[in-house]
Antibody, heavy 116, light 111 residues
Framework: EVQLVESGGGLVQPGGSLRLSCAAS????????MSWVRQVAGKRLEWVAN????????YYVDSVKGRFTISRDNAKNSLYLHMNSLRAEDTAVYYC?????????WGLGTLVTVSS | QSALTQPASVSGSPGQSITIPCTGT?????????VSWYQQHPGRAPKLMIY???DRPSGVSQRFSGSKSGNTASLTISGLQAEDEADYYC???????????FGGGTKLTVL
């Protein structure tokens, strides 16, 4: 059974940093593109970033370019999202998802709240 | 403001069919066959219902179907059931700027 378990969310002040992690199991992690998708206020979905199987390609939504970095460790079956210079508008539930263009498997999400 | 346009809400009675449109541009919906649809119940993660415009993942009911005409994709649900009441989101690959874009979501109410 495919499982994606996010962690690392929490409350952070504007300008702060967080690192989200996603532990993957039940499939050959190194064979799949992986992505982060966020959901704002329980409604609007927004694709954040994705990374190729071997990490040779990475893409980001314009609003996080230069602030967020997606990475992966295939030996540890883990996906990461390093978030710097956080803003109030980054407040959302962040989902780890398998794939690059459509997402069958989703984690439960981790809540990031950016507030002073 | 979402990149793809969906109606905020649609409704239908049990047994009826409804269609949810998703309008984009030639840079996304109109230019590529990478449109997906997701169903989301309250407190749950989204569930993939349709991908590549018309394909259904294993286990998704045949009552759900997708189509596209020009810059507008559509999700049709036939034989509406109470369990279909949920939020529905479309998404598409986009060739300019952001790689993937979502619609703002449509709340389906089964009357």
């Amino acid at each position: 059974e495919v499982q994606l378990v996010e962690s690392g969310g929490g409350l952070v002040q504007p300008g702060g940093s967080l690192r989200l992690s996603c532990a993957a199991s039940g499939f050959t992690f190194s064979s799949y593109w992986m992505s982060w998708v966020r959901q704002v206020a329980g409604k609007r979905l927004e694709w954040v970033a994705n990374i190729r199987e071997d990490a040779s390609e990475k893409y980001y939504v314009d609003s996080v370019k230069g602030r967020f970095t997606i990475s992966r460790d295939n030996a540890k079956n883990s996906l990461y999202l390093h978030m710097n210079s956080l803003r109030a508008e980054d407040t959302a539930v962040y989902y780890c998802v398998r794939g690059w263009s459509h997402y069958i498997h989703w984690g439960l999400g981790t809540l990031v709240t950016v507030s002073s | 403001q979402s990149a793809l346009t969906q109606p905020a809400s649609v409704s239908g009675s049990p047994g009826q069919s409804i269609t949810i449109p998703c309008t984009g541009t030639s840079f996304d919906v109109g230019g590529y066959n990478s449109v997906s649809w997701y169903q989301q119940h309250p407190g749950r993660a989204p569930k993939l219902m349709i991908y590549d415009v018309t394909d259904r993942p294993s286990g998704v009911s045949q009552r759900f179907s997708g189509s596209k005409s020009g810059n507008t994709a559509s999700l049709t649900i036939s034989g509406l059931q109470a369990e279909d009441e949920a939020d529905y989101y479309c998404s598409s690959f986009r060739s300019t700027g952001t790689l993937m874009v979502f619609g703002g979501g449509t709340k389906l109410t089964v009357l």
